[in-house]
Every structure is written in structure tokens, then in C-alpha cells.
């Protein structure tokens, strides 16, 4: 049985990240970008207003009041979009929407408010200074400078950014399909009676709610037989159309366990199979082709850490991501902890903050069968395969989900 960092090596070893793409920007938020990004263009493109009001040259304004307002007349009105057809001289002005080009000749803009028309004539209440309400050219992004890098996670701002320079197709690594195939004879449907010996289909739910989260796309296959004919068919099926495939079930050591023994069958090379690890013992990571596939076992809590532990690098990874882990913080723990074996041992932990600091305390029982557990926790703390006890008030790292 392997340790859980080496089976997260083993995976990492053989995930590839595929090339990357472009793709519609409307399509790219959370996304890896994978080339940087240079503005050609100066962001706004001219001297523009950053209000509306008037054109002036700021000299025309001198010691302009309420009392003794300086007095120009109206050359032409400028919408947004459009460029003045004068150019402005002393004693005129022209009237300007925000984000209209500067005239030429004019050096400021006197805000609408400080204002008044009078006929043809624009009374100005108040002096404004060279410069003032005009947004510069380049002020958001100037010419040649690189605006985002490759490997950023892009942001929504980012998609804005993009949009900007004129980038509408930026060259990204796509999401990775997941399929998800439940397996079990016993598993029905969650609109079903609950019968005895029947067991509503959580893991469907939970693993499609994982793999979104950490950014796939899953494709659901249903529930898989504990049948070793039907489930290979269901399997390749699965395989089809993903770069991912996690099933759920039938790896342990059961009569009707057949997933282990289905994926040799159809050309699957099993890279390993059980981690020394509570909860997800049984774990099953294969290779087929570029395409990965992670045999969970059915337990619903030992199947999401599980997927937490071993899935979401392996998506990370195909995504192009650079970091790999779980975001990590330090808490104190709150408690008593002891294990009685050299397993790593997965706990669903509450994060929380208390005054100054994280505290972290555990969910209540922690059997791989009480889903409730993952429903209630915000972190899972690790703990070591040589670490045998967790005392209260000792400063943990916690990782979050
Ligand atoms: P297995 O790994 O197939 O031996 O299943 C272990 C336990 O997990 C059994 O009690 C199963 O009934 C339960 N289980 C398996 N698949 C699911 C599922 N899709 N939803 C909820 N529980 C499941
Ligand atoms: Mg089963």
C-alpha cells in the first residue's frame, strides 16, 4: 500500500496538461490563460472627458465666480463616439459628453453643474485648471505594456481587461471533462422509496457538485451494474467523450466489487490500487491512453475526500493550473484526537474565526458513512501516517474546501 503523497505523484506523473486553446471570452472565466497579453493600443485610445460639461481653454476661466461668471459661446455640442469638428479658440467652447474626445485647442473641461446656458452663450461659474476632468490617453493601460501574463487565473476584471485590448478569442486551457459512474446494485434513485437494503444516490450528486467546483465539466453516466459485462460497456461509454473518468463503488474487497476488474479488461493500465489513508483506502488510479481514471470507493464521505485528495490535482494539473493543492491556513485545534494507525487520516474539520484566531473543531463521528460530516465541515485537517494524536489548543494546518 502507497502513501498518499506518493499516489499524489504518481498521478501528477500522469496527467498531462493539454494543448491550449482559444476560446470565446464570454467562456473563459476561471480559466488558466496560456500566452501573455500586450496592449497595442494606448487604453482610452485619446484625451477624453471625464464629465459632462464644456470644453475650454482652462485661461478662459480665470477667476471665473458665481458673481462674475466668464461668458463663451457655443461652437457645437459633442456626443460620445463622435470628434469635434472645431477646433476651439478663445472665448468659445464646446459642449462635451463623457468619454468624447477632447477637442483640439481645448486643455479642460468645466463640469455641467458649474454651468448655465444662456441662448448660445455658456455662463462658467467657476476657474478650473489645465487639465482638469480629462481622462489621458493610455491612463488605464498604456501602449506595450503586458497587461496579463500567462498562467493567470482570469478573473471577471481580467475578461474586462481582455476585452479592452481588442482580445476576444485569448488562448486558455480548457476545462476537463469528468465522467461520473456511480456503481452499486443497491443504489436507487433519490425519488425513489427507500426499501431496506436500498441506498439513495448521493455520490452522483456529490461528485458532479466537486467536479464543477474545481472547475470540470461533468457529464453524469447514471448508475452502474455490479455486473462485470455491464459495467465494462458502461465504462468505455463513460470514457468516450472525457478526459476524466471517476467512478464510484466496487473497488473494495466485495463478492460483486468489479470495477478493478473491469478496467485491466478494457486496456486501462492501473497505476496503483489502496492508499494508506482514512477515509478512501481503496483507491483505484489508472491510465488509458491520456485519459485518467479514478476508481472512488462508494462510502460517500471516503468518495468526496477522496476526490479532494486525488481528483482535484489531477483536474488542476489538465487545466493548467500551477498550483495543485487545496488552499491551506493555521487554526488551533479544539479537541482531543487520537488514531490507533499508521494511516493518514483525512478529519472534516470547522474552521472558524474566534477573536484573533482560526480555530478548528472536528465534525462529531468521523465514519466514511456519515455524509452529514462533509455537509457540516469547511476544512479536512491532515493527519500524518507517524502523527497518533491531536491535543487541544495545538496549532494545526487545515485544508479548505
Ligand atoms: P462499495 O464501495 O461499493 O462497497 O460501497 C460502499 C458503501 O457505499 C455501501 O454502503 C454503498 O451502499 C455506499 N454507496 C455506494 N455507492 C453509493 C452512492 N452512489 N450513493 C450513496 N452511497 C453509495
Ligand atoms: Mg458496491
Redesign the pocket.
Known amino acids: 500500500m502507497i502513501a498518499v503523497k506518493q499516489a499524489k505523484n504518481l498521478i501528477l506523473k500522469n496527467t498531462k496538461t493539454p494543448a491550449p486553446v482559444k476560446f470565446h471570452l464570454a467562456k473563459c472565466l476561471g480559466l488558466v490563460l496560456a500566452e501573455n497579453i500586450t496592449a497595442k493600443e494606448n487604453i482610452p485610445f485619446s484625451d477624453n472627458s471625464a464629465v459632462d460639461g464644456y470644453a475650454v481653454k482652462f485661461s478662459d476661466t480665470k477667476n471665473a465666480s458665481v458673481e462674475n461668471p466668464a461668458k463663451l459661446s457655443l461652437l457645437e455640442i459633442l456626443p460620445a463616439g463622435k470628434v469635434a469638428q472645431n477646433e476651439l479658440q478663445n472665448g468659445k467652447t464646446i459642449k462635451i459628453m463623457t468619454g468624447a474626445p477632447i477637442p483640439k485647442g481645448a486643455n479642460s473641461v468645466v463640469m455641467v453643474e458649474q454651468t448655465k446656458k444662456n441662448d448660445n452663450q455658456i455662463l462658467v461659474f467657476k476657474e478650473v485648471k489645465e487639465q482638469q476632468n480629462i481622462r489621458k490617453a493610455g491612463e488605464d493601460i498604456s501602449i506595450g505594456t503586458q497587461v496579463l501574463s500567462e498562467g493567470k487565473i482570469l478573473t471577471s476584471a481580467d475578461l474586462g481587461v481582455l476585452a479592452s485590448v481588442g482580445k476576444l478569442f485569448p488562448l486558455v486551457f480548457p476545462k476537463p471533462r469528468v465522467a461520473i459512474l456511480?456503481?452499486?446494485d443497491?443504489?436507487i434513485a433519490p425519488n425513489e422509496p427507500l426499501t431496506e437494503g436500498k441506498?439513495?444516490?448521493?455520490?452522483?450528486f456529490t461528485l458532479c457538485g466537486q467536479v464543477t467546483e474545481f472547475g470540470g465539466i461533468p457529464f453524469s453516466h447514471g448508475?452502474g451494474k455490479d455486473s462485470k459485462e455491464e459495467l465494462k460497456k458502461q465504462v468505455l461509454n463513460a470514457l468516450e467523450n472525457a478526459d476524466i473518468l471517476v467512478t464510484?463503488?466496487?473497488?473494495?474487497m466485495?463478492d460483486f466489487?468489479f470495477v478493478q476488474q473491469v478496467f485491466p479488461e478494457i486496456g486501462a493500465e492501473i497505476i496503483f490500487h489502496k492508499v494508506n489513508v482514512k477515509p478512501g483506502k481503496?483507491v483505484l488510479f489508472c491510465t488509458f491512453g491520456k485519459k485518467l481514471i479514478f476508481g472512488l470507493?462508494?462510502?460517500?464521505v471516503?468518495?468526496m475526500v477522496a476526490f479532494l485528495q486525488f481528483v482535484v490535482p489531477a483536474m488542476k494539473k489538465m487545466a493548467g493550473f500551477s498550483d495543485f493543492s487545496l488552499p491551506k491556513t493555521k487554526a488551533i485545534f479544539k479537541g482531543n484526537f487520537s488514531k490507533q494507525d499508521d494511516k493518514t487520516h483525512f478529519l472534516r474539520g470547522i474552521l472558524q474565526k474566534e477573536g484573533e484566531n482560526f480555530t478548528v473543531s472536528l465534525t462529531g463521528t468521523q465514519s466514511s458513512?456519515v455524509l452529514r460530516s462533509m455537509s457540516l465541515a469547511n476544512c479536512l485537517l491532515e493527519v500524518s501516517e507517524e502523527k497518533m494524536e491531536i491535543k487541544d489548543g495545538e496549532e494545526i494546518f487545515v485544508e479548505m474546501f
Open positions: 456511480v456503481t452499486g443497491e443504489i441506498v439513495r444516490n448521493s455520490n452522483e448508475i464510484s463503488g466496487g473497488v473494495s466485495g466489487d481503496p470507493p462508494g462510502n460517500p471516503s468518495s458513512g
